[in-house]
């Protein structure tokens, strides 16, 4: 598997507020830690079981994360409708034949580390990340790539902390729709397993930003 990091933290870089509503859908942050079977609301998460398999796993009592948004998109050869271009550049990257990479299939899901030290900490969450890209490197997925994205977070869930996100992205190709989201299914899977890490979950007593005792009193802070 191609898996590589990047981060986007600069002052003109979006950060990622939490809990998130869309005014121009019924679109809304939606807390699977706190109510797993609220997945229902999700519609991505029913339409592509796959990526409701990883929510689940990802917000299981035991993962280091919980999650903020998810999607998931065909790309197509030759239709710029359909990230053709990204597809063409993940091709030559990947060095597959034009035949072997007519179709692609790609999603995204963003995390944040539940352990409140390393969710505050943008240099843990950076050799977090160098570990998990140099792990999924050996995934045997030729057709597939991963790319993490460190990002800036705003989360009020019982008081603002600020701290960092980062977000994953699944793509793979295949010679047709029906190969490309297999092999996006089967590489998604082994990514969300390598994630499920025993060792990346939080520290035994360790303050959580899902926790209510983790959160500072909101009397006297801005906003």
């Not at 191609?2 to 986007?8: F, G, H, Q, V, Y």
Request: net charge negative; with cysteine; charged share 25%.
């Amino acid at each position: 598997m191609l898996a590589d990091w990047s981060a986007e933290c600069s002052a003109d870089d979006p950060h990622l507020v939490i809990p998130w509503s869309d005014p121009k859908s019924s679109a809304r942050f939606i807390d699977l830690r706190a109510e797993p079977y609220d997945i229902a609301e999700i519609p991505e998460a029913d339409h592509y079981p796959a990526l409701g398999r990883a929510l689940r796993a990802l917000n299981a009592t035991r993962s280091p994360f919980l999650t903020a948004k998810c999607d998931a998109w065909q790309l197509i050869a030759g239709d710029p409708g359909h990230h053709a271009d990204t597809l063409e550049s993940l091709r030559l990257q990947l060095d597959l034949d034009v035949e072997q990479a007519r179709f692609g299939f790609a999603s995204y899901i963003d995390l944040l580390w539940r352990e409140r030290a390393i969710y505050a900490s943008a240099h843990h969450q950076q050799d977090r990340l160098d570990r998990i890209t140099r792990r999924a490197q050996k995934l045997a997925h030729p057709e597939a790539a991963l790319e993490c994205v460190l990002r800036p977070a705003m989360l009020d869930l019982n008081g603002a902390l600020e701290g960092y996100a980062f977000t994953v992205y699944v793509t793979a190709l295949g010679a047709d729709a029906d190969t490309a989201s297999q092999q996006w299914s089967a590489a998604l899977e082994d990514v969300v397993h390598l994630l499920r890490a025993k060792e990346l979950e939080p520290a035994r007593g360790s303050a959580t930003i899902d926790s209510v005792s983790s959160f500072p009193s909101r009397d006297g802070q801005a906003g």
